[in-house]
């Protein structure tokens, strides 16, 4: 896997998070640079996170799943993607406080994340450098849930939904990718 694949898997785990920052910084009264921050942390943490637990699973059974690991691969990212689209189109706006709270923080950053873990998985069996990629996965997502902190509180919900859905369809893409190199039907 290329640094343009893995940048674009981080892009697109990162749509979630974003999402949620943005909904964040729209009830957020007061921003500051510190609170941002700490929504940024807990997002881009816990990104970086799920995906090297996922590695490790993936890894352990290996062996079990290798002539058919690009099927679970595109399979993942097709449901993670999809659900991200089905999200997005459905419009179920959650319910934020307006308050920091760090128990909040950690459930939206884990909620956030889930996805990563399965893409975790999916590195093992495409052999990825796990240490540089969940450090693009945690250092995007970061970078991206400050900015939807700040464009949330400046300019309120209006991009979340097709931000989802972009995250949703490049996951999707990547997905075909790998089922598609894996069955030599394309090679890039």
């Known amino acids: ?18 999402a949620v920052a943005v909904c ?9 640079a510190g609170k941002a921050a700490l929504i940024a942390l807990f997002f881009g943490g816990f990104q970086a996170i799920m995906p090297l637990l996922g590695w490790f699973l993936g890894s352990r059974f290996e062996e079990y799943i290798t002539d058919f690991d690009h099927w679970i691969a595109f399979a993942l990212l097709l ?11 459905k419009g179920n706006e959650e319910e934020m406080s307006s308050d920091l709270k760090i128990k909040e923080l950690f459930a939206l950053a884990i909620a956030t994340s889930i ?5 975790g998985i999916t590195f093992a069996f495409l052999k990825a450098n796990i240490l540089f990629s969940v450090i693009t996965i945690g250092i995007t997502t970061f970078i991206l849930s400050l900015v939807g902190v700040f464009v949330g509180h400046k300019f309120g919900a209006k991009y979340k939904n097709k931000a989802e859905i972009a995250g ?6 990547i997905g075909l990718k790998i089922l598609l190199e894996h ?6």
Do not use: C, P, Q
């Open 1 to 18: 896997m290329g640094f343009t694949e893995l940048l674009l898997i981080s892009l697109g785990l990162s749509m979630d998070a974003f």
């Open 115 to 119: 996805d990563a873990l399965a893409v």
């Open 183 to 188: 069955l030599g039907i394309i090679s890039f």
């Open 24 to 32: 964040k910084g729209l009830k957020t009264r007061k921003i500051t």
């Open 79 to 89: 449901i993670i993607g999809g659900n991200m689209i089905f999200e997005a189109v």
């Open 168 to 173: 949703g369809v490049i996951l999707i893409a």
